[in-house]
């Protein structure tokens, strides 16, 4: 397996999935793109993070961020990303 200098999960649970991380997948898969990051990030999905209340989860490393939407995923790429 490569070596990543992060890791990016994205909750692909229906209740998540259907509360905006349809979206949210686009946007992230763009910004990885964009700032050519695919060799550098894992980015993948997960089924469910156990906390659907909270949802869209996204999490990044060990930290878990609650009500992702297409905005505010920017600004939480930015931030944990901007050093790689």
């Known amino acids: ?3 990543y200098k992060k890791e990016i999960t994205i909750c692909l649970g229906s209740s998540c999935f259907a509360r905006g991380n349809k979206s949210t997948l686009k946007v992230i898969n763009s910004y990885l793109k964009e ?3 695919e060799n550098k990030i894992f980015f993948h999905g997960s089924r469910c993070f156990g906390k659907c209340e909270l949802g869209p989860i996204l999490k990044i490393d060990d930290k878990f961020y609650e009500q992702v939407n297409e905005k505010t995923v920017l600004d939480i ?3 944990n990303l901007k050093d790689i």
């Open 1 to 3: 397996m490569k070596n």
């Open 35 to 37: 700032y050519k990051l």
């Open 77 to 79: 790429l930015d931030e």
